[in-house]
């Protein structure tokens, strides 16, 4: 809400005061605090809201009923943290072709929609109602969220109908956790409503997997608030923390001061414009990691963990030894140096995965008993160096005492007291 709508809005309430104490309107009786609240029993209060007096929106009518939109705008010029909002317009229509594995191939960015819930509870189930749906889409000139609000159980039917038919000018659903949470809490809203759930034609991203997999070893939590900060760089002022959002939407029910709900609202909206700026950078990464601005090993190490899952092993071997170019901790170093090796090993570059193996073996870490393994297996296998295959066994079970490595250790004593090492090759 820019400064003349605040301004008109100001003007509307202190008029409406005005006009209560000019007329000599009586106080409305308040309602009994003591008696329990249920949302099945019929609200007998007049039929005033005052979510409409308290924010700029309007009440929507459908043919199952009425409800309540409002809608925000971040314009183009303006910034999110480290993200200019008129960036995403121009991001590229198959960005988010590589992080779905093609399921998204060439979409516009202005055909994405960007969903958040603020529910009556975390626990989903049948008892639990999205009563706060906000969507946020790009354009031309910025980004707009439009919220729609259930100002009572009652109007459920008639906010899920506003929601398919706005939905229907999207191909794409962009969440956070929306594919665990967020979509089947709907989905069950849609069904109990006897509707059809909007979601079947639409292609989902769920971005909470994708910053998980890039940010999870150096962040200590993936949560979208907390990214936000250390990603984006954004502080938030004044924010309602989301536990306590559905005592605040049930206090609203109660007593009908919508004031308390402009938090809620906000909340929403901050959600899921940080959603969209982590969107122009989390699929990017996947989409061409040569250019992405990660400037952390940690960052490169996760999504070289992706690659290689994806059998895109040569790509994943360049971010690692990228990563360790760029720093990392102990805690992440060692078991990068490991999979370099792994994989140089699974590409048949047996020189490069050697060089990774030795280094690993010649230092404390915990990989240095499997890197002293592989070395073993090498010496006896690839260079007949049977003595040399037998110290590296040896060494390795005064760290860490197997079986298997028990067996290894008797066979190589027998070759070489055969006679078939040779004398011990110092390397």
Known sequence: MDVQ???ALLRKNIARIDR???TGASRPQPRDESAPFDPEVVDLRPARYQIEETMSGEVVETSLGKHFETERYYERHRRWGSMDISSMI????DLLDSITSGAIPNTSPE????LDTETTGLAGGTGTYAFLIGVGSIDASGFRVRQFFMRDFGEEASLLTSLSEYLARFDVLITYNGKTYDQPLLETRYRLARQTPPFARMEHLDLLFGA???WKLRCESCRLIDLENQIL???RQGDLPGELIPYYYFDFL???QAVQLVPIFHHNAMDILSLACLTAVVPFAFRSPEDAPLRHGADLVGLARWFEKGEQCEQSVKLLRRAIDLGLPDSILFRTMWDIGRIEKKLGRVAASLASFTELAASRNPYRPAAL???AKYYEHRERNYPMALEMIRTALGFEDTPEDRRRELRLEDRVQRGRGGKLKLR
């Open 5 to 7: 709508e605040q301004l």
């Open 254 to 256: 109660r007593r009908r």
């Open 212 to 214: 998980r997999r890039l």
């Open 373 to 375: 393994r592989e070395l």
């Open 20 to 22: 209560k104490f000019t």
């Open 90 to 93: 121009e991001l590229p229509a």
């Open 233 to 235: 760089g954004v502080e």
């Open 111 to 114: 055909r994405w929609a960007f």
